[in-house]
């Protein structure tokens, strides 16, 4: 029986030949050559060589030449010829030996050399040590840290707060604890280092737009919702994040958030919200963007702000709804892996805030004093004046350039060597040139402070106009 069952198997197979297409012979037949040359063929082919001898080994040895671990430096780049600070950098500095205005460091507030602020520090010295010597989560959590994160949920107004010990670090471990691979964030082209490097961390897909120009975000936007909707089920897994800073430490610049929040929720978006330039400036009591602006800070998904230029200490912080900021005590980098923040540096931005609390004319003061020197810095001949009006770390550029970055560089740091000569120390702003996304243009940057008189600002004002004059053909 199974020999007639082969037979007529046998039959069949030889009738469907018959049947079958041409082409599907010849295709067929085909493929059968095909992996028969598989199957008997060498995979790879022995290259024919010949032994060197022991001279021409020594010969090509000698040829070789490694490439450098590090690019060649010339000696006279900036990063090799600081300036020397001796004492505080306070309202007068001593540079190289030299006492100056300080118009270079970013102690808004003068707070930086403020009893109060220096006496809680020291209190604290004693009491807790210089270091923490531990991350957050083993045994470098103190209670003054507990203290400082609760101070300034209160203050900003939202659930809870998170204090780093780098203020770098701070937005850089913030946004790749959120933004992931796949997820899409939209940031302004003027972003700082800190959030490009947040950004480079957390490998999203990355969509830049004009610096502040709400048309060209939407358009981003609209083109991301047509993608959204070729591929739902992508879509409802994907977020959408908005990165931008309150003033713009590149610029000088204030974003314009009533109508990112309307972006926001048009297309359904979280806004992250850098402030370290507006934290402490602006605002009646010094909250930021979004009390100038009257927005609620419910609409803001994520703060962040470094405590190093208006609270004159060190980290910085992020701050919002309870969810998202424990969040950040799992997944932010610079939290978990860092050593917390000495108690003699959380202790002194505890008093600072305090501080600000108790004078909250200081944020009007300094707003007069950067509106002041704004103007008496504008017309000058070759310089133009970059930032708002109210922004206390403005740019001057150069209105022309000379059509080299390398000379742009050296006459405008011919006018900072000439200004500090003339006891008015300005810096330049400096770049990582081959890392920054959007390389902003060579500037001096200016800061005003509470402390400096108005004969100060006019003193500084008029030293850059004549040193100007002097420099720029």
């Known amino acids: 029986m199974a020999t007639v069952t082969e037979q007529w198997v046998l039959v069949e197979m030889v009738q469907a030949l018959y049947e079958a297409p041409a082409y599907h012979l010849i295709l067929e037949g085909i493929l059968i050559l095909w992996i ?45 010829n600081y300036n020397i600070v001796s004492g505080p950098p306070s309202h007068n500095i001593v540079v190289n030996g030299k006492q100056c205005i300080n ?19 020291l209190a604290s010295l004693k009491k807790y040590g210089v270091g923490t010597c531990g991350p957050r989560g083993f045994y470098g959590t103190f209670d003054v840290h507990l203290d400082l994160e609760d101070h300034l949920a209160k203050f900003m107004k939202t659930e809870e707060a998170i204090i780093y010990s780098y203020g770098f670090a701070t937005i850089a ?10 997820d899409i964030v939209f940031v302004d082209r003027a972003a700082c280092f800190a959030i490009q490097k947040g950004l480079q961390a957390s490998r999203s897909d990355i969509k830049l737009f004009k610096h502040n120009d709400m048309a060209d975000l939407e358009r981003l936007l609209k083109e991301q919702e047509i993608e959204d909707q070729k ?3 992508k879509a409802r897994v994907t977020r959408r994040f908005i990165v931008v800073e309150g003033l713009y430490m590149n ?3 204030i974003c314009p958030l009533p109508e990112l929040v309307k972006l926001k ?22 909250r930021g963007v979004t009390e100038h602006f009257g927005i609620n800070i419910d609409d803001i998904d994520l703060i962040s702000a470094n405590m190093e230029n208006s609270l004159a200490s060190i980290g910085g912080f992020c701050c919002g709804r309870s969810f998202v900021i424990d969040h950040q005590r799992l997944s932010g980098q610079g939290y978990c892996f860092s050593a917390s923040l000495p108690p003699l540096l959380a202790a002194a ?13 200081i944020f009007a003061v300094l707003k007069e004093k950067c509106i002041q020197i704004h103007k008496a810095l504008q017309g000058i001949s070759g310089l133009k004046v970059v930032g708002e009006s109210f922004s206390p770390a403005f740019h001057l550029q150069l209105e022309k350039s000379t059509g080299s970055r390398e000379e742009d560089v050296r006459l405008l740091q011919e006018i900072v060597n000439q200004c500090m000569n003339r006891s008015v120390a300005l810096t330049q702003a400096r770049y990582l040139e081959k890392e920054e996304k959007c390389l902003p243009p060579p500037s001096i940057r200016v800061v005003v402070t509470v402390e400096q008189t108005e004969k ?11 040193v100007a004059q002097a420099v720029l053909p």
């Open 265 to 286: 929720y048009k297309y359904k978006a979280r806004i992250f919200l850098e402030e370290s330039l507006s934290f402490g400036v602006l605002g009646d009591h010094g």
């Open 173 to 182: 471990s913030a946004i790749p604890a959120y933004s992931k691979r796949g």
């Open 103 to 121: 118009f270079a460091s970013f102690n808004f507030l003068g707070l930086l050399d403020n009893p109060r602020v220096k006496a809680a520090a």
């Open 36 to 80: 028969i040359r598989l199957l008997f063929s060498k995979t790879y082919k022995l290259q024919e060589r010949s032994d060197l001898t022991v001279k021409e080994k020594e010969e090509l040895i000698e040829e070789w030449q490694p490439e450098p671990l590090v690019p060649p430096v010339s000696k006279d780049h900036p990063a090799l």
């Open 349 to 361: 931005a505890i008093e600072a805030l305090n501080i600000m609390e108790e004078n909250p004319g």
């Open 251 to 253: 610029t000088g610049t």
């Open 456 to 466: 100060e600002l006019e003193k500084a004002a008029s030293t850059i106009k004549e």
């Open 231 to 233: 591929n739902p089920r």
